[in-house]
């Protein structure tokens, strides 16, 4: 089986080890992987601060690199309902305005082929235990999007409780935002870290000594808090804990 | 055309909504105060929902009813004004908020009466009905315990369901201590903070003004199309003593508020309660249709009666084909309850009487989005999606933010006051709008993104600590990122890259 990473912009520059952990996770469950280097961002920016037009061209790029690719895989959660559910919108919205049907085809077409990370290896791939070792005691925060936008559920509690060594504890309030929410964390930035510091000390308070999650965006504005704060737990995307091996452990 | 609202309080040198809850953020009681009462009822909500098998299929029906009313709404409020009017009612149609505060003032003042008592009802404070009837030398009495807590405060509601969200006890027993007094029976000496002492000093003191009372004034939860039926849901009793005492009796209900058949009830008065006080039955559940049971002959209930049916904004509202589904919100407040930036920022920062998830979506589409806290709040969310989960109306409040922030950065189609406009984008988007535009044009060029991204990798150790301009609202209080050394697509090229 073959599956074309997307790899999203806020990984490509920042979190390039979440990228290279899904490369090598894939790989080691026997997918070969393939980096269309035509893609570029989902647009989730524009988009979410009231930007559609200068969207479009960003759904037009997806759609055409990730075209031919049966499985469009994304260590994004947020990134795969962007996907999911609002081209789809956006591409009817340029339908409606006159604008062709074009951006709605492509659109239609890409978006059932897109898959979160977990939801492709339990849903697709069917597997829980990836193999994977990590001696560490592990909380796990679901970001939003991808817990109530595309309905993962427990398949990350599921594929983190699988790993060898790892201890999961529980988060409270787990399934409150982090406060991060995109241009929210610039626009409001009071509110923001109101929220942001109530989660991290919640994490903090399970005695954790990682911080997982399956979002680098939100894992960057929790990250820096804690950064701040000069705290000792550190944050983790869920790919790079996964792709951790007792032969090759993440350094 | 930008212009900001004008029948209704438009808070027109409101600050911004980040401006707003920043005070708020920094007021630790306020914060205290707002998330154990916010935790608690979410978690008794969820509860209360659990209970029920149906819930998802009750939460499909009252959408389904709502939806078909709005797009039927024309026939639905002629044939409500018919039976209200064979009921004995009078029914009065109000544009706006100044018609439907002058045409009150005027019901009142007809009575020869000075003051009122008034239920709860979210109509009357978005039109600043009691403002309008003290400066016509009426004085309106709150009934509703945390309304009159507000009142006698001299402060403003933050909450839908629970006006006085933002109080705790001890801050309650200094307001009934020092203001009872100057509006009829005072607090009892001493008053202590337990809620049974502060319960009982709001009932001696409610209790004269509803047997003096000649005239109330009310909203409406529902208004029955084929009976006539209005309907208010309350936790107290003071409402019904309101319905139920007074001669005259004058209800200011927004137009959107129609059920087609008594039937529909029975989904609402299930779904209501639950959402809004965690409920499996609402406590008082008061129905009239027309004039009193007796029709003014022995028996509880008004003489008279009227409705005031309120426009003000909805039917702009109604034409508008993605934020229409705001029209169909029953203000049960779950998506207050929920929502992690209402916690944080309270409930007077959004500048509205409508607070919280659902007032971001609903006070820029009936005011307009032309003033700074109408421009801002479609942006008062982090689109975690919370707030729909629990909606029991299903509105896809997150959906609705998106279109008004387009609204707002780009302009657009809207319609105002009947007539549709194309709006220009609000103030203060101009250089937002081009770091938009010059982003796009690099993520739009793989050749560019991949020159830029090693332009940062190679001055990532020049990185400042803080940023300026618009970054620096991050750097406040958050490390940066820091930027890797190669990007992931280098690396792919180093280490993967088979040209195939």
Redesign the interface.
Same mark, same amino acid.
């Given at each position: 089986m073959r599956a074309a990473l997307f790899?999203t &912009?806020v990984?490509?520059? !920042?979190?390039?080890?979440t990228?290279?952990a899904v490369?090598r996770l894939l790989e080691r469950l026997g997918v070969g992987?393939?980096?269309p280097?035509?893609?570029?961002?989902c *647009?989730q920016?524009?988009?979410?601060? *009231?930007?559609?037009?200068?969207?479009e061209? !960003?759904v037009r790029?997806t759609a055409r690199a990730f075209a031919g690719h049966e499985y469009v895989v994304t260590p994004s959660g947020s990134c795969a309902a962007m996907i999911r559910q #609002?081209y789809p919108r956006i591409g009817r919205k340029a339908a409606a305005e006159g604008r062709g049907s074009e951006l709605a085809e492509a659109a239609a077409a890409l978006a059932p082929r897109v898959y979160e990370l977990t939801e492709f290896l339990v849903d697709v791939l069917g597997v829980t235990d990836v193999g994977a070792h990590f001696p560490h005691t592990v909380t796990y925060h679901p970001s &939003? #999007?991808g817990l109530? *936008?595309l309905g993962l559920g427990d398949r990350p509690r599921r594929l983190l409780a699988a790993v060898k060594g790892l201890d999961l504890v529980e988060l409270p309030g787990a399934?409150?935002?982090c406060?991060?929410?995109?241009?929210?964390?610039?626009?409001?930035?009071?509110?923001?870290?109101?929220? *942001?510091t109530d989660k991290i000390t919640a994490a903090a308070g399970t005695g954790a000594q990682v911080l997982c999650g399956a979002d680098n965006s939100c894992l960057? #504005?929790l990250?820096? !808090?804690l950064?701040?704060a000069d705290s000792p737990l550190r944050t983790l995307h869920l790919a790079e804990i996964l792709a951790s091996t007792e032969e090759e452990p993440l350094s | 055309m930008t212009g900001t609202y004008l029948g209704m309080p438009a808070f027109p040198d409101f600050p911004a909504? /980040?401006a707003a809850? =920043?005070e708020a953020?920094?007021d630790e009681v306020l =914060?205290a105060n707002l998330r154990h009462a916010t935790h608690t009822i979410r978690d008794k909500r969820a509860g209360a929902v659990a209970e029920l098998a149906d819930w998802d299929r009750l939460r499909a029906a009252g959408k389904a009813v709502k939806d078909h009313t709005l797009r039927h709404l024309d026939r639905y409020l002629l044939q409500l004004e018919e039976a209200v009017t064979a009921a004995g009612g009078t029914v009065h149609w109000a544009a706006d908020a100044d018609e439907a505060n002058r045409i009150v003032t005027e019901l009142v003042r007809a009575t020869g009466e000075r003051e009122v008592v008034k239920v709860k009802s979210m109509a009357t404070q978005e039109i600043g009905l009691n403002e309008a009837l003290e400066a016509a030398g009426i004085a309106a009495y709150e009934t509703d315990l945390a309304e009159l807590i507000v009142q006698l405060g001299h402060d403003r509601p933050s909450h839908i369901l629970v006006p006085a969200i933002h109080r705790n006890r001890a801050e309650i027993r200094d307001v009934f201590r020092t203001e009872m007094a100057h509006w009829g029976r005072p607090a009892p000496e001493p008053l202590g903070d337990d809620p049974r002492e502060l319960a009982e000093a709001a009932r001696l003191h409610l209790r004269e003004k509803f047997l003096r009372a000649k005239v109330a004034v009310s909203g409406a939860n529902f208004m029955v199309a084929e009976t006539g039926t209005m309907v208010v849901l309350e936790s107290e009793g003071n409402g019904r003593m309101c319905l139920t005492l007074p001669e005259t009796l004058i209800s200011v209900v927004g137009i959107e508020k129609v059920v087609p058949t008594f039937r529909d009830l029975e989904i609402f008065l299930q779904t209501l309660p639950r959402s809004s006080t965690a409920e499996r039955m609402n406590p008082y559940t008061t129905m009239w249709t027309g004039l009193g049971p007796s029709r003014g002959a022995e028996g509880d209930g008004p003489t008279a009666f009227h409705l005031v049916l309120l426009d003000n904004g909805r039917t702009d509202t109604l034409a508008d084909e993605i934020g229409r589904q705001a029209l169909r919100c029953i203000r049960c407040s779950a998506c207050l309850n929920v929502c992690?930036?209402y916690e944080?920022?309270g409930g007077h920062a959004y500048g509205s009487v409508y607070p919280g998830p659902i007032g971001a979506i609903l006070s820029p589409q009936l005011r307009g989005t032309g003033s700074t806290i109408d421009a801002s709040l /479609?942006?008062?969310? %982090? +689109?975690?999606?919370?707030c729909?989960?629990v909606c029991p109306v299903a509105i896809d409040i997150p959906e609705v933010l +998106?279109h008004l922030?387009?609204?707002?950065?780009?302009g657009g189609p809207a319609t105002r006051s009947g007539v549709r406009v194309t709006l220009r984008p609000a103030d203060g988007h101009t250089a937002?709008?081009a770091a938009?535009?010059a982003?796009?044009l690099l @993520?739009?060029r /793989?050749g560019a +993104?991949r020159a830029g991204?090693r332009l @940062?990798a190679r001055a990532r150790r020049l990185a400042p600590r803080r940023l300026p301009g618009?970054?620096r609202?991050?750097t406040?209080?958050?490390?940066?990122? %820091?930027?890797?050394a190669?990007?992931?697509?280098?690396?792919?090229d180093r280490e993967?890259s088979d040209p195939?």
């Open positions: 790899v &912009c990984n490509d520059a !920042l979190y390039p080890r990228g290279i490369v992987v393939d980096f280097a035509a893609q570029s961002c *647009g920016p524009q988009y979410n601060t *009231g930007y559609r037009y200068e969207t061209p !960003l790029r #609002h &939003c #999007h109530r *936008g399934e409150e935002c406060g991060f929410g995109g241009t929210f964390a610039v626009k409001n930035p009071d509110v923001s870290t109101a929220m *942001g960057a #504005h990250g820096g !808090l950064r701040r | 909504f /980040p809850a =920043r953020v920094r =914060r992690p930036v944080r920022a /479609p942006y008062a969310s %982090t +689109l975690c999606g919370a729909y989960e +998106l922030r387009e609204r707002v950065a780009q937002e709008r938009m535009r982003a796009r @993520l739009d /793989p +993104l991204e @940062l618009a970054g609202a991050w406040d209080s958050r490390e940066l990122p %820091t930027v890797a190669q990007s992931f697509r280098d690396w792919w993967r195939r």
